[in-house]
């Protein structure tokens, strides 16, 4: 609403320039949110007609993520809204985590291990998420404990280097369990 406007404006100019489109949700700030140049949530909603839930099926494709290009160029890979559900509901399943944990996460977005095997099954979990914004061996372990976190989403590369760490003074301040 507008009390979250004011507050973003104290962000700093380089921060809130970048914003390409701020959308507001609420029915009293709609109007606001139009008028200071903002776009108000319900202008974005498709009108559906008399079916308001538009059904999707398992096997549509969502979206096209990019592999990391270890075995060559990296290629476009259709992904289907069933994968996009299921990885997740695997993912919490083998991990076991729940509401109460932190998760953090120090790869980009768009990497399918920190979408598929962290931010999606945290929001299903109504779990939190530290998004860490880059892997550094020599800080995880501060990183991960000033997050309070209760678990981390690592590429299988990255455990070795953490691995052979000297012991430093984080390595027992931490509340990761996985």
């Not at 860490?132 to 501060?142: A, D, I, N, Y």
């Amino acid at each position: 609403g507008s009390q979250q406007l004011e507050h973003l404006a104290t962000v700093g100019e380089p921060c809130f320039t970048r914003l390409e489109k701020i959308v507001v949700v609420g029915g009293d700030d709609a109007n606001n949110a139009r008028n200071a140049g903002h776009v108000a949530y319900e202008d974005m909603l498709i009108d559906t007609g008399d079916d308001p839930v538009q059904p999707s099926r398992f096997d549509e494709i969502q979206s096209i993520l990019f592999t990391s290009g270890s075995t060559g160029p990296a290629k476009g890979v259709l992904m289907p809204n069933g994968h996009f559900f299921s990885n997740p509901c695997s993912f919490i399943r083998i991990s076991g985590i729940d509401r109460n944990d932190r998760l953090h996460k120090s790869l980009p977005l768009f990497h399918g291990i920190a979408c598929r095997q962290c931010v999606l099954p945290a929001f299903m979990m109504g779990a939190e998420v530290d998004l860490g914004v880059k892997f550094s061996s020599s800080r995880f372990w501060q990183t991960v404990t000033e997050a309070d976190a209760t678990f981390a989403v690592l590429t299988p590369n990255m455990t070795p280097v953490l691995k052979a760490l000297p012991p430093g003074p984080f390595d027992r301040s931490h509340r990761l369990r996985a």
